[in-house]
């Protein structure tokens, strides 16, 4: 069995205000191993972007521990974490100036120089991100003129071009349609499987998520829990997870479907 690169212990999450603590989860032992593409699910409002924050590293624990190469995770400098942790969260560009060439290049930045100059290795790895990710005839448009859609590619490649051994991803299909639903979640696999990386992100996409994630972690109000796919349908956790009638999951095909009243 291989080594965790990622690891939690006992896990709680949340938020701290004046000695005052809301816990958001708890009682989380998770695990993320290289090769592996992993999908996180759960309702809204469930504590999906809470746990990829932590982490990443981006918010504290309450308790518990999380170990990155094998090493307690708030013993590492936030640039040590960038060189070991690429994230893609729902953000705001403050540099709407740029193009899109520039900012893939920014994820370059955990390994140049003080003055932040690219090597032509480093630009041959923002090139291949670009490749990647299908954004060649993007590249030199200014980010402020891009769609939802674009954009979000335009994360990923930077999140790729920042090279790490792990990926955190929060809804990256949200603003993408079908085609490029699949797209992305075929790329995400790719990297995993040529890459030897691990990818862990959030996704209501459930369907697709079914069909091409390793593992998944499932997050609800009463439990836990993380496994293969086949392993979770084989448990049944997908059975009554909307707490629904009218959503039904049908196991043999891994995917739900709604019934009429």
């Known amino acids: 069995m291989s080594i965790p690169i990622l690891e939690t212990k006992d896990l709680k999450i949340g938020y701290r205000h004046k000695n005052q603590e809301k816990i958001v989860l708890e009682n989380l032992n998770l695990q993320l191993n290289k090769g592996r593409l992993i999908s996180l699910i759960g309702i809204n409002g469930i504590g999906k972007s809470t746990l990829l924050r932590t982490l990443s590293g981006a918010q504290s624990v309450l308790s518990g521990t999380i170990n990155l190469q094998q090493e307690a ?38 390994y140049t120089n003080w003055i932040g100059t690219l090597t ?33 590619k335009v994360l990923i490649a930077r999140a790729i071009a920042q090279d790490t051994p792990i990926i955190i991803l929060d809804e990256p299909s949200t603003h993408l349609d079908l085609y490029h639903k699949i797209s992305l979640f075929r790329l995400l696999k790719k990297l995993c499987i040529e890459k030897d990386k691990s990818i862990l992100f959030s996704t209501h996409d459930m369907d697709l998520a079914l069909q091409i994630s390793d593992e998944i972690i499932a997050l609800t109000h009463d439990y836990t829990i993380q496994g293969t796919t086949q392993n979770l349908i084989d448990q049944n956790i997908f059975n009554n997870f909307f707490q629904d009638e009218h959503i039904v999951f049908e196991p043999t095909e891994r995917r739900f479907k709604i019934t009429l009243p």
């Open 73 to 110: 995770l708030n013993t590492y400098s936030k640039e040590d974490i960038s060189k070991e942790i690429s994230v893609v969260f729902t953000e705001k560009i403050s540099q709407s100036h740029l193009k899109v060439r520039e900012l893939v290049a920014l994820g370059r930045i955990p």
């Open 120 to 152: 032509p290795k480093d630009w041959d790895i923002v090139e291949e991100a670009i490749e990647l990710t299908e954004i060649k005839k993007l590249e030199d448009q200014a980010i402020n003129s891009l769609s939802d859609g674009q954009m979000q």
